[in-house]
């Protein structure tokens, strides 16, 4: 069992892998491998594989025999599904936002977390069991760059990473704030280059995001 602080601090080591989280939705596990292949050769090692499709834990097997590669289960909402993730392989989990019962059933599954947070009572509750890094959702919505800007103005001691709504044209908003650590965002595999089994393109997309904010 790991308590929050450790667990939170490992969060940041993989949030730290490179400025962009990839967040996959994946319908069929045949493909899992190349996707995670050409994302982890253009530079994006940390994958975010939701838990949306039938197919996704089957997925995180496949992903997590990739060399180099560091996946992670994202969508977790019960902590029958942390339980879950654990054995398909999962190295981190993500929840859109986060309740008690989750956050126990991750430390005790020695399974770092980015628990989701919009608002500042979210971020402090999560600060106040030991989260300092957390997942800023739905970024877009809850007010983008702006928002986060302005939380972290009285709450300096959290890092995030926000997702939804995060494109190439928005992305560099987060990331030249001081309290952005990497942003989340699916543009890196779009579904047309998935269905086409474009894996170059895809690796291509990957390594112009791992240039962010370089």
Same mark, same amino acid.
């Not at 995670?36 to 089957?58: M, N, S």
């Not at 180099?68 to 929840?95: C, D, H, N, R, Y």
């Not at 928002?147 to 709504?165: D, E, L, Q, S, Y």
């Given at each position: 069992?790991?308590?929050?602080?450790?667990?939170?601090?490992? =969060?940041?080591?993989?949030?730290? !892998? /490179?400025?962009?989280?990839?967040? !996959?939705?994946?319908?069929?596990?045949?493909? /899992?491998?190349? $996707?995670?292949?050409?994302?982890?050769?253009? #530079? $994006? @090692?940390?994958?975010?594989?939701?838990?949306?499709? @039938?197919?996704? $834990?089957?997925?995180?097997?496949?992903?997590?025999?990739?060399?180099?590669?560091?996946?992670?289960?994202?969508?977790?909402?019960?902590?029958?599904?942390?339980?879950? +993730?654990?054995?398909?392989?999962?190295?981190?989990?993500?929840?859109? *936002?986060?309740?008690? %019962?989750?956050? &126990?059933?991750?430390?005790?599954?020695?399974?770092?977390?980015?628990?989701? /947070?919009?608002?500042?009572?979210?971020?402090?509750? !999560?600060?106040?069991?030991?989260?300092?890094?957390?997942?800023?959702?739905?970024?877009?919505?809850?007010?983008?760059?702006?928002?986060?800007?302005?939380?972290? =103005?009285?709450? @300096? *001691? +959290?890092?995030?990473?926000?997702?939804? #709504?995060?494109? @190439? %044209?928005?992305?560099?908003?987060?990331?030249?704030?001081?309290?952005?650590?990497?942003?989340?965002?699916?543009?890196?595999?779009?579904?047309? !280059?998935?269905?086409?089994? &474009?894996?170059? *393109?895809?690796?291509?997309?990957?390594?112009?995001?791992?240039?962010?904010?370089?």
């Amino acid at each position: 069992m790991i308590t929050a602080e450790y667990a939170s601090k490992e =969060a940041l080591k993989i949030a730290n !892998l /490179a400025p962009v989280i990839p967040v !996959l939705v994946v319908h069929d596990a045949a493909i /899992a491998r190349p $996707l995670a292949e050409a994302l982890v050769a253009g #530079g $994006l @090692p940390a994958l975010e594989v939701t838990l949306r499709t @039938p197919a996704a $834990l089957d997925v995180i097997r496949e992903m997590a025999q990739v060399e180099g590669g560091v996946v992670g289960a994202g969508s977790i909402l019960t902590p029958e599904m942390v339980t879950q +993730v654990v054995e398909a392989g999962a190295k981190f989990g993500v929840s859109p *936002g986060s309740t008690d %019962k989750v956050l &126990d059933a991750a430390e005790a599954a020695d399974l770092p977390m980015l628990p989701g /947070a919009a608002t500042a009572s979210e971020v402090m509750k !999560l600060l106040e069991r030991g989260y300092t890094m957390q997942k800023f959702f739905p970024a877009e919505i809850a007010g983008g760059a702006a928002a986060i800007k302005a939380i972290g =103005a009285p709450i @300096p *001691g +959290v890092t995030f990473c926000p997702t939804g #709504g995060v494109s @190439p %044209k928005n992305a560099m908003d987060y990331l030249s704030l001081k309290n952005i650590v990497c942003v989340g965002g699916s543009w890196v595999c779009p579904q047309s !280059l998935i269905d086409a089994k &474009d894996w170059k *393109g895809i690796e291509e997309l990957a390594r112009e995001a791992s240039q962010l904010g370089k």
